[in-house]
């Protein structure tokens, strides 16, 4: 079975820290995603990657960077954490280019923003 | 731009009762479909997907789903609810251009109680 792993579970830090947020995933998928949950917004797409040190932006990438250095992580980075940046951040991962395949979730990062 | 609405935010369906939760996307192409469902403190499970093909498609814990194009819907049914169905249900769209990933477009979340 795919897995997808997440760093942390919970996670809390201050206004103006840099937060780092890693997604780690073992079946060898090239595309990997970073979504945010909020409630009654539902999830929205801030960054993917296709390969190795490629990214492309979401819906929502105000704010946030990411990095993919190894094909298995993919980095979620707050430079500045702001207060409405608390949410649920989710990572997924998929298989690549030639079609669509159905994307595998990580169980999730719950940030709080002080 | 793609786009997903799940109409009905909370749904409270007694257990043993069928279950439908709506769904409607807008998309210009042959959309690729997909209904997630997210327990309590979980992440998100692939309950089914359409591509191509049959319109009823079948998928994971009894769950079905049909795609009707001239209504844009891909609507999510189940015979008999069971109380562990008790989560939240997203319908999410993506677009393929031919070309390298692409997101999904997530609905915003259709909440589903069970009552006994």
């Known amino acids: 079975d795919v897995k997808v792993t997440q760093s942390s579970r919970y996670l809390v830090k201050r206004t103006g820290e840099k937060v780092f947020l890693e997604c780690v995933q073992d079946?060898?998928?090239?595309?990997m995603f970073w979504y945010r949950q909020d409630p009654g917004l539902g999830l929205r797409l801030i960054y993917f990657?296709?390969?190795?040190?490629?990214?492309e932006k979401g819906d929502i990438p105000e704010g946030y960077s990411v990095s993919r250095e190894k094909k298995e992580r993919f980095s979620l980075i707050l430079e500045s954490a702001s207060t409405n940046q608390t949410s649920m951040y989710l990572c997924?991962?998929?298989?690549?280019?030639?079609?669509?395949?159905?994307?595998?979730f990580g169980p999730g990062t719950r940030l709080t923003v002080l | 731009a793609q786009s997903v609405t799940q109409p009905d935010i909370h749904i409270t369906v007694s257990e043993g009762a069928s279950l439908e939760l709506r769904c409607n996307y807008s998309?210009?192409?042959?959309?690729?479909l997909f209904w997630y469902v997210q327990s309590p403190g979980q992440g998100l499970q692939l309950l089914l997907k359409?591509?191509?093909?049959?319109?009823l498609v079948q998928g994971i814990k009894g769950f079905e789903a049909e795609f009707k194009r001239s209504q844009s819907s891909f609507n999510l049914r189940k015979p008999s609810v069971h109380w562990s169905d008790a989560a939240e249900y997203f319908c999410?769209?993506?677009?393929?251009?031919?070309?390298?990933?692409?997101?999904?477009?997530f609905g915003k979340g259709t909440h589903l109680i069970i009552q006994p």
């Open positions: 997924a991962s998929s298989k690549g280019s030639g079609g669509v395949y159905e994307q595998f």
């Open positions: 079946m060898d998928h090239e595309n």
């Open positions: 990657s296709y390969d190795v040190k490629m990214k």
């Open positions: 998309y210009g192409a042959t959309p690729y």
């Open positions: 359409y591509f191509s093909g049959d319109t």
């Open positions: 999410a769209v993506v677009g393929y251009s031919g070309g390298g990933a692409d997101g999904l477009t």
